[in-house]
């Protein structure tokens, strides 16, 4: 069984680090992970003193497997992940602002996983997370792509490849913000897409499977072909493809640039999604910030937050007020009864 | 204000497209940091060396880290890149001295313009030793 090789990633660096940009990483670890090496590669990342990691990545040079990958994420037992929007302070980022790069994460191998990973491109015309063509073993959860607004950012995420999966991310500010352009069979899954031209993109061979998505303030919510098992997914427009598709929605978040689901106005969207705990393709249970969306049979939200954990704050309040009820009624017997 | 970190073993893959296209070379150039700038644990020998060059700003020295790409897009739009690094520090034909330096201490210190500070080679001196791997010549730009 191959080996976890974790390295700290750290812009700050923090104690422990070792090295401190990601790019710095893949350039001392990049190689043969099947062969002696027998290893999963884990970039760890943190961010101890709120510094950006300002450095493009490209994950190039290595050879891989199903079971010896590379793996990039944030640890959601430590502070250093985004909470549903692109992060400030100490929170690890990769801010990409010019110079000739396409992208800020750019993938040429197979078997990468990346997780909890909040990217901001500044370059003009460049991606987000980008793949090359016919990789496997892709998979991109829980991340955010950002356009900072100033400039335009090309494609947020980039799914291309067969097999990809792009699940519980938030994308904003992009011409497009989740781009499946390609003819490889691809799954994209409770991801949240606001402020971008074209939400999702996907291609004329309906290659894609899009579930539980939603796509707010776009001009075209959903463009080109999507795959026949596409199903609950909602836009903020008449595009939204597949079954128990959700037009012209109105939703309300939090913030202006995250996907944090608002406390009211959403009807449309909670509890509307597919339950896919138990899809063929990929299942899975948490929302892009860990929250458990409850397993076979519960009711799922559309999009990359499940608003779940924020309804506790109804039950509860519900439940505060019969208990302040009981308790009335108690005094007043209690009262009552001295009289 | 630039440090380089710069890659001083080869990576290598089994597959020449993917050994040229991927795969970082001694000598190639990884990121640029400001002066201030304190490295990673593993930012050193044996895998990377640093190149100091005080006074100088990060964005003047940023075209080291330029990929060399292909002259064609592909369906995406993105060029699909040559070559991992479009330059690189030619260390093994520096000279001896210099050489024993990066090897006992991991870095060099460049003077450029008015720095007064301590150093161990000029720029006017350093950069017949950067090549430009596309044209297959040296560096002849100031900083």
């Known amino acids: ?339 | 204000m630039a440090q380089i970190l710069v890659k001083a073993v080869d990576a290598t893959h089994a597959d020449p497209t993917k050994d040229r296209r991927g795969c970082y070379k001694r000598g190639m150039p990884v990121v640029v940091m400001p002066d201030s700038h304190t490295w990673g644990r593993e930012e050193c020998l044996p895998k990377f060396v640093i190149i100091k060059i005080p006074g100088v700003s990060v964005d003047r020295v940023m075209k080291y880290l330029e990929q060399e790409r292909e002259g064609t897009a592909d369906a995406e739009g993105f060029y699909p890149i040559y070559r991992r690094r479009l330059w690189k520090f030619r260390f093994d034909d520096m000279p001896t001295a210099a050489l024993k330096k990066l090897r006992d201490n991991g870095e060099l210190t460049i003077k450029v313009g008015d720095y007064a500070g301590d150093y161990d080679y000029t720029w006017l001196q350093v950069k017949t030793y950067i090549r430009n791997l596309k044209t297959n010549e040296d560096e002849t730009a100031n900083l």
């Open chain 1, 1 to 339: 069984m191959a080996t976890e090789v974790i390295k700290i990633i750290d812009p700050d660096n923090g104690s422990g680090t070792d090295y401190t940009s990601l790019s710095a990483w893949e350039a001392a670890q990049q190689g043969d992970l099947t062969g002696v090496r027998d290893e999963i590669a884990v970039a760890k990342c943190r961010c101890t003193g709120g510094t950006a990691d300002t450095a493009a990545v490209t994950i190039n040079g290595w050879t891989t497997s199903s079971t010896q990958y590379i793996k990039i994420w944030t640890d959601p037992a430590e502070s250093y992940r985004h909470a549903g929007s692109y992060p400030t302070g100490n929170k690890y980022r990769l801010y990409v602002n010019g110079g000739a790069t396409g992208y800020v994460i750019r993938v040429e191998e197979s078997d990468v996983k990346v997780i909890g990973i909040a990217v901001r491109n500044h370059t003009y015309a460049a991606n987000g997370v980008s793949f090359s063509y016919s990789l496997t073993g892709i998979l991109i959860e829980k991340c955010v792509a950002s356009g900072d607004g100033v400039t335009a950012m090309s494609n947020g995420i980039v799914s291309v490849c067969p097999g990809q999966v792009v699940v519980n991310n938030f994308v904003e500010t992009a011409t497009t913000g989740i781009y499946c352009a390609y003819t490889d069979a691809n799954y994209v899954y409770n991801n949240t897409v606001r402020n971008c031209t074209t939400g999702i993109l996907g291609h004329w061979s309906n290659s894609c499977r899009a579930k539980n998505n939603l796509v707010d303030s776009t001009t075209t919510a959903y463009s080109n072909g999507f795959h026949a098992d596409s199903t609950n997914n909602a836009g903020d427009d008449d595009t939204a493809p597949g079954s128990n598709a959700i037009y012209n929605i109105t939703v309300s978040f939090t913030g202006a640039n995250n996907c944090i689901l608002a406390a009211t106005g959403n009807d449309e969207v909670i509890g509307d999604a597919a339950n896919l705990y138990n899809d063929a393709a990929y299942a899975f249970q948490t929302d892009i910030l860990g929250t458990d969306r409850g397993g076979s049979g519960a009711s799922w939200d559309i999009g990359a937050y499940e608003y779940v954990a924020a309804a506790g704050t109804r039950v509860p309040f519900r439940r505060l007020n019969i208990l302040l009820r009981l308790c009335l009624s108690m005094f007043n017997l209690i009262w009552r009864c001295f009289k």
